[in-house]
């Protein structure tokens, strides 16, 4: 195929400011011409939306009543794009990203096109002053584990970053859309790249080519009550669906109340004891990480068990 089509997904919640330096390195810094992007306003009041179409004309805008959550939110714009113009390839895009390279989009595709098993591509994620922040993982056992080297290679890997995640057309018509059992966010991107892989899609990530995340360095991902809610219940939905016996048991009832009791030093270090600090909020996190295991029956009986049965 000369020219694939792509649809770029970019869901926005209260990042104006960072959506437009976005949209407009998108513009500018991209060299291939066959791509249309479509924004999906998660805010739930429709300030957005209404600014994107009124700034930038070439840009198809959705605006949600309320907010969804990224898997949602990602799934209603690939499900627009479908209707529309029917892609070959999907880009999930943070809106809280910055193009840097003329050649990036035509150097995924060439990636993509080369091999039919590749399903979903990555790149090199880097922070505002270009130090590696992502370029992809693995999942060894219990651990979801990050390539810490700074690789210039193609490679294959078991997951990327869904701050940018290129799925092919394929993929999505063999497994489907995002697991919304991970509203609103978090652990969504590495499950879908595992269902990939299961279905026999290989997982790369395209190390010369690097986008700007502007993600805080700052790596205390318990950052409120609620996100540390968001993030045990997500972690142990992923283990009991993603995870073999009795590694799903492992990190669901030792690794992560050990995370309730202490934080990463640094969020790009392997796991060792030199890089974890105790938590202060050890006690509220330990009473957050048994309530979580409630949020996450219900999760499955609303969902029913199927997502928890291995392929």
């Known amino acids: 195929m000369k020219n694939p089509s792509v ?52 840009v198809d805008v959705s605006t949600n009543k309320k907010n969804m959550g990224f898997s949602k939110s990602n799934n209603i714009g690939i499900k627009k794009a479908i209707k529309k113009i029917n892609p070959n390839y999907f880009l999930l895009l943070n809106d809280d990203t910055e193009i840097i390279q003329k050649n990036w989009l035509n150097e995924l595709v060439k990636v993509g096109e080369s091999d039919e098993k590749i399903g979903i591509l990555g790149c090199k994620i880097v922070y505002p002053d270009y ?59 590495t499950d879908y ?16 080519i690097s986008i700007i995340h502007k993600k805080g360095k700052s790596i205390d991902s318990l950052k409120s009550r609620k996100s540390t809610l968001i993030r045990f219940k997500n972690d142990i939905l992923f283990s009991f669906k993603n995870l073999k016996f009795p590694y799903n048991l492992f990190r669901a009832f030792v690794y992560l109340p050990l995370v309730a009791l202490f934080k990463k030093k640094s969020d790009e270090a392997s796991l060792n004891f030199k890089n974890f600090i105790f938590s202060k909020d050890f006690m509220i996190n330990i009473f957050l990480y048994s309530l979580s295991f409630f949020y996450s029956i219900k999760e499955i009986m609303k969902n029913g068990n199927k997502n928890f049965k291995k392929s």
Not at 13 to 41: A, H, P, W
Request: hydrophobic share 40%; net charge positive; proline share 1%.
């Open 193 to 208: 790249c595992l269902n990939a892989k299961r279905a026999g899609f290989r997982i790369v990530s395209v190390g010369n």
């Open 7 to 58: 649809a770029i997904i970019i869901t926005t919640y209260n990042q104006i400011e960072l959506l437009f330096k976005c949209l407009d390195s998108l513009k500018s810094k991209t060299g291939y011409k066959n791509y249309k992007v479509f924004i999906v306003d998660d805010s739930g009041k429709g300030k957005i939306g209404r600014e994107i179409s009124k700034r930038y004309k070439w």
């Open 131 to 189: 130090t590696l922040q992502n370029i992809g993982g693995y999942l060894n056992k219990w651990e979801i584990k990050k390539e810490l080297k700074n690789r210039l290679e193609v490679f294959d890997v078991d997951h990327v970053m869904g701050a940018f995640m290129f799925i092919k057309k394929e993929v999505i018509k063999k497994i489907g859309l995002l697991d919304e059992i991970y509203n609103p966010y978090l652990l969504e991107d």
